[in-house]
């Protein structure tokens, strides 16, 4: 399952004139000890944002690895070895703190802490060059590990060059084909809240039937947004983050269909929002749900709301893999706690665009849980 990255001797040699060339042409490069890493495609995924890493460029970044202010995972040393370029050429005595060693080695005794194994990317349990859906429920008990050991590459998932299109979609497809659903589910309920025909519990008794005014209708849409992020927890918790039997195939592959896949490659763009047809599926049954449930004003008024909150939950989500938040905005702390869910915490921070319900139900990160407390 792992071997050591390719020994010095094998790696290619960079000048420190090459590196500054790179560095002055844009790139964004990077060292530990004399081993090279080019990180110029990850700066606007870092999750301490671009300017952290555009200001270490050409630097030796070991002691920001090991912290403060945090000590970098495990997956993220391994994310790191995936930008590995070569070897920095020179007089050691140019930079004696910078022997070639390897950064996998560089982690303190922690008995807390699992020894890092260094992986393979060519042969890392699966064969990259075909699709994933069919290979991953044979893993077994190996699947959990492999799956929450992510990478930096594209991926497939099957055969069909249709099925595989209905598994991927651009970022504006979800506002470009809910938001005009909501408006036109929020117009039509609107209007008939207006007539003062809308009763609650008329089809149980005549005698406590209660009017519902059109005044209620922003109300319903916000119940229907806060709702989301409820559901928004509860989903990602218990559905996507679920333990499948180490013997069940299908069981397995179910999981990596749902959300696995968005572990293992957690920057493929096409993989980061819910494509517009799987997700008509649940959206239908959560519109069937409501209007079973509430009168039909009602209930379709709270599942626009609700279909509002899945949109911004979306985009944000989007946003937090790939934008590059001001450092002391909200979106930034949001990024930050998702990306340490993806590389260290798979268990904790469930919530996407807000930590609400991590704090209710107790499964916040834990420097978060410990800030609070100080």
Same mark, same amino acid.
């Given at each position: 399952?792992?071997?050591?990255?390719?020994?010095?001797?094998? #790696?290619? %040699?960079?000048?420190?004139?090459?590196? !500054?060339? $790179?560095?002055?042409?844009?790139? @964004?490069?990077?060292? @530990?000890?004399?081993?090279?890493?080019?990180?110029?495609? *990850?700066?606007?995924?870092?999750?301490?944002?671009? !300017?952290?890493?555009?200001? $270490?460029?050409?630097?030796?970044?070991? #002691?920001?690895?090991?912290?403060?202010?945090? %000590?970098?995972?495990?997956?993220? $040393?391994?994310?790191?070895?995936?930008?590995?370029?070569?070897?920095?050429?020179?007089?050691? &005595?140019? *930079?004696?703190?910078?022997?070639?060693?390897?950064?996998?080695?560089? &982690?303190?005794?922690?008995?807390? &802490?699992?020894?890092?194994?260094?992986?393979?990317?060519?042969?890392?349990?699966?064969?990259?060059?075909?699709?994933?859906?069919?290979?991953?429920?044979?893993?077994?008990?190996?699947?959990?590990?492999?799956?929450?050991?992510?990478?930096?590459?594209? =991926?497939?998932?099957? /055969?069909?060059?249709?099925? +595989?299109?209905?598994?991927?979609?651009?970022?504006?497809?979800?506002?470009?084909?809910?938001?005009?659903?909501?408006?036109?589910?929020?117009?039509?309920? /609107?209007?008939?809240?207006?007539?003062?025909?809308?009763?609650?519990?008329?089809? *149980?008794?005549?005698?406590?039937?209660?009017?519902?005014?059109?005044?209620?209708?922003?109300?319903?849409?916000?119940?229907?947004?806060?709702?989301?992020?409820?559901?928004?927890?509860?989903?990602?918790?218990?559905?996507?983050?679920?333990?499948?039997?180490?013997?069940?195939?299908?069981?397995?592959?179910?999981? *990596?269909?749902?959300?696995? &896949?968005?572990?293992? #490659?957690?920057?493929?763009?096409?993989?980061?929002?819910?494509?517009?047809?799987?997700?008509?599926?649940?959206?239908?049954?959560?519109?069937?749900?409501?209007?079973?449930?509430?009168?039909?004003?009602?209930?379709?008024?709270?599942?626009?709301?609700?279909?509002?909150? /899945?949109?911004?939950?979306?985009?944000?989500?989007?946003?937090?893999?790939?934008?590059?938040?001001?450092?002391?905005?909200?979106?930034?702390?949001?990024?930050? %706690?998702?990306?340490?869910?993806?590389?260290?915490?798979?268990?904790?921070?469930?919530?996407?665009?807000?930590?609400?319900?991590?704090?209710?139900?107790?499964?916040? =990160?834990?420097? +978060?849980?410990?800030?609070?407390? !100080?």
């Amino acid at each position: 399952m792992a071997s050591a990255p390719p020994p010095a001797a094998a #790696a290619a %040699r960079f000048s420190p004139a090459d590196v !500054q060339r $790179r560095l002055a042409a844009g790139a @964004c490069w990077v060292r @530990c000890g004399a081993r090279l890493y080019d990180l110029s495609d *990850f700066v606007r995924q870092h999750p301490g944002g671009e !300017q952290l890493l555009r200001a $270490r460029a050409g630097q030796d970044v070991r #002691a920001d690895l090991d912290g403060p202010p945090h %000590r970098h995972s495990d997956n993220a $040393r391994r994310w790191l070895e995936q930008y590995y370029v070569g070897e920095l050429q020179g007089d050691p &005595q140019d *930079f004696p703190e910078n022997k070639a060693v390897d950064p996998l080695d560089t &982690q303190e005794s922690d008995p807390m &802490q699992p020894k890092l194994k260094a992986m393979d990317w060519d042969k890392d349990l699966v064969n990259w060059q075909k699709p994933l859906v069919w290979q991953v429920g044979h893993l077994g008990e190996k699947y959990d590990e492999w799956v929450h050991q992510p990478v930096t590459r594209p =991926i497939r998932l099957f /055969y069909s060059d249709f099925a +595989e299109s209905l598994s991927k979609a651009v970022w504006y497809s979800v506002p470009a084909i809910w938001l005009p659903i909501i408006m036109y589910l929020s117009w039509s309920y /609107y209007q008939t809240l207006a007539q003062g025909n809308v009763q609650l519990f008329a089809s *149980f008794t005549a005698e406590y039937a209660v009017a519902v005014p059109k005044a209620v209708f922003p109300g319903l849409l916000v119940l229907g947004a806060l709702s989301w992020t409820l559901m928004e927890y509860l989903i990602h918790r218990f559905l996507f983050h679920m333990e499948p039997p180490s013997g069940s195939y299908y069981l397995i592959t179910l999981h *990596f269909i749902l959300h696995g &896949q968005h572990h293992k #490659a957690p920057f493929d763009q096409s993989r980061l929002v819910f494509p517009p047809v799987p997700a008509s599926f649940g959206i239908a049954f959560f519109y069937v749900s409501l209007q079973l449930l509430l009168p039909e004003a009602v209930g379709g008024t709270v599942f626009a709301g609700g279909l509002l909150g /899945y949109v911004i939950y979306d985009m944000i989500h989007y946003y937090l893999h790939f934008g590059s938040p001001n450092k002391h905005s909200r979106l930034y702390n949001l990024k930050a %706690r998702h990306v340490k869910h993806h590389f260290a915490h798979q268990k904790l921070g469930f919530g996407i665009s807000n930590d609400f319900w991590d704090s209710f139900f107790h499964t916040q =990160i834990p420097e +978060e849980s410990q800030a609070k407390t !100080q």
